[in-house]
């Protein structure tokens, strides 16, 4: 039966309103009049629920009757944004939604403002869980997303003296309209205890006593297609006490013990790590790990699959993505369950293990790479443990068959590093069980086969392929930039939201002077926008006639945000040393977003340090107001869709070989923003694509990276050579910065002078140069505009439906059932 009683009346106003009051009335319980912003906001958000609903339950119908391949992506992180306006924009409902509330006497962007966002994910890699979910919908792919909700979400971030201080993200306080928990289909998840072997029929076979679980229990969130009547799901997995756990100690009388079991089990899902980059190896974590893909392959095999299901036929039936190594512990658990559960033999529970999965990873950082003590992983999940020396054990009989006893390549294969401690290699597990295994842009892929997992692609070369990255339009061009979607669309006609290569056809446009001028006051109103929202958000003033030179993204020392710093501090420094006047200087407001991870000292150093730049270079007459820093705290998916826009100047300066995508990188340029940056990452392609002409390019390669290093870095010489460095860095040693205290960033230019392990020193020059190049270009406005025109025209390729399209043809295999 199709579903749609309460959709028809919805895209109307006047049906719009009335859900609208019903909800305000009966799911909040409040009358318009008694209602707060927060009551209005739920109401509304259940309104776009209720039109969503009946395609939502259509297609989980649809979905159940096709028994098609699906697509289970297993992330650790996303990140959202908010929802409200994608999910009316995805609906076609936003007028009508403005309308309706209008009628109410309600301004829509007020409530918008009400919405907090999931910040269930770090940066780069649970935004593309996000970006790619969202595409998955609006190619109509089955898919299911599977991840943790966790209940605080990536830290708030503010700043005491210029120093960042974490605030915990409560982001669930308000309520939370956009799920739905079902309780009633958790899955039991064990933890803990000992193995034992037992005789089957003559069998021996292991089996799994646990010491403990909990309960997973999904919350479904509703992901809706870009007009295309779609919705998939996004399954969340919180943690909850297992009814017997609270009974057994309930009755024994021990109230205190029950409710700090309860405490234990819900801190599973209780926050998210906010590392990235740097694992950790804390226990919870793992725990997490194992939690969410256990429930994940549990729900698929319980719920998704018919009950009579002949699991040999698995792999017809679906894809495991493994999004990074966080979820890897699913390998072995989809053997125990096909083993020990199901009673499957083990080459046949391996066959179809190695079908189920695919990798991707997002890093070349080798102390990114995930490891687990043998320790702990034996210690938490035994069976597991066992399952993976099995793996090891018949994946290097494999490996001396082809190359013999080549001690020194065994041991530099296997899954179990015996140094600095046993420990299991998450990287290695997915490579070799995965049937591909993925880098995120062209180079990436190149170094992973070349360099961190060099061995493997020699021995199996045809699991390797490359998919490079992308971001959803429909987010960072329709929601964040409405009035260059309204331009584009007045230029090419409709379409080009899901299909972005039709944005090519802009290079036309580009030569048109009309279309540039236009183009130039979508860009002045994105700033102006930037501007009001900074002021009020942060009391922070942008001036209309600056370039904006904007860096976001995490704080990392390969990222080089240092570099960005030592520029700007070399300006000053012309300044304050009157090698140039202020009245010589392109007036430039510089923009930093960036959280650190808690625990890294170094990249807190160097938001203290921007911070303190800013506030003196701000303030200081000689400059007249022509250079500006500006660092707004909490940088999130909210903000960036405010200062993407507004952008000129795109920073994508990370040393090469060492970014292993960027996807920041490919907003601004849809944005029409000027990249400067290195040859690393996504750059290559986004250069490649745009042109020399429109790109900023500067530093060394990774092949000149490298062979510095083999001839030996020393950054102190780097300091001797160069008058500009060598002043500004002394200028920071001065105390300048630090109200005359020399102590305070010394740590910051001891590492750069003794170590500087991501080259900014060897890079500088290059890069300042690349800045007067900037300054040229931009002194021409209207070349500049055409070269910002040209940069969305050609960069269309950076669509996440075109990556999602390349991950069907080169690894799901998993058609759209539209
Ligand atoms: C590691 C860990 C360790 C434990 C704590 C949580 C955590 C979270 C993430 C990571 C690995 C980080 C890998 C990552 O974020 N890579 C980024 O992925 C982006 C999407 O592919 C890509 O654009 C960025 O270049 C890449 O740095």
Sequence with gaps: MAL???????????????????NLNFDIGVSLSASSRNDQYLALAGTVRDYLMARWLDDQRRQNDLQAKSVCYLSAEYLLGRQLDNNLLAARLTDIATDALAECGIRIDDLREMEVEPGLGNGGLGRLAACFVDSLATLGVPSIGYGIRYEYGIFRQTFVDGQQVEQPDAWLSLGSPWS????????????????????????????????????????????????NGRVNTLRLWRAVATDAFDLRIFNSGD????????????????????????????????????????????????????????????????????????????????MRVLVDERGFEWDAAWAITQQCFAYTCHTLLPEALEVWSVDLLGRLLPRHLEIIYRINDDFLEEVRERFGDDELRIRNMSIIGEHPYRSVRMAYLATVAGAKVNGVAELHSQLLRDKVLHDFDEFFPEKF??????????????LANPTLAELITEALGAGWTVDLDRLRGLEAFAADPEFREKFAAVKAGNKRRLASVLHERDGLTVSDDHMLDVMVKRLHEYKRQMLKVLHIVTEYDKIVSGRATAADITPRTFIFGAKAAPG?????????????????????????????????????????????????????????????SGTGNMKFALNGALTVGTDDGANVEIRELVGDDNFFLFGMSEPEVEALWAKGYKPSDFYQSD???????????????????????????????????????????SYIDAQARVDLAYADQDAWTRSAILNIARCGFFSSDRSIKDYIDRIWHTPPTL
């Design 4 to 22: 749609a009683p309460v959709s028809a009346p919805l895209s109307t106003v006047d049906g719009f309103v009335k859900q609208f009051l019903q």
């Design 180 to 227: 739905f928990p079902h309780p009633e289909a958790a899955q039991q998840i064990s933890f803990g205890g000992h193995t034992e072997t037992y005789d089957d029929r003559g069998v021996t076979r292991s089996r799994w006593i646990p010491g403990w679980n909990v309960k997973a229990v999904p919350y479904n969130y509703m992901v809706p297609g870009y007009h």
């Design 255 to 334: 109230y205190e013990e029950a409710v700090r079991a309860q405490t234990f089990a819900e801190n599973i899902s209780k926050v998210l790590y906010p590392e990235d980059s740097t694992p950790q190896g804390k226990e919870l974590r793992l725990q997490q790990q194992y939690f969410f893909v256990a429930a994940s392959i549990g729900d698929f095999l319980d719920n998704v699959l018919p009950g009579d299901f002949d699991l040999t036929n698995l792999p017809d039936r679906v894809i495991f993505q493994l999004n990074d190594t966080h979820p890897v512990i699913a390998v072995p658990e989809l």
């Design 465 to 478: 392929t490359n998919v490079t990255n992308g971001v959803t339009p429909r987010r960072f061009i329709r």
């Design 600 to 660: 890294y000292a170094m990249a807190k150093r160097i938001i203290h340090l921007i911070n303190a730049v800013g506030e003196v270079v701000n303030n200081d007459p000689l400059v007249e107001g022509r250079l500006k820093v500006l660092f707004p705290p909490n940088y999130n998916v909210t903000l960036a869709e405010r200062v993407i826009p507004a952008a000129d100047l795109s920073e994508q300066i990370s040393l090469a070989g060492k970014e292993a």
């Design 723 to 765: 008058d500009n460095l060598r002043s500004a860095m002394d200028l920071i040693a001065s105390g300048a910065f630090s109200g005359g205290d020399r102590s305070v960033f010394e740590p910051i230019l001891s590492n750069l002078l003794y170590d500087d392990r991501f080259m900014v020193l060897a890079d500088y020059s």
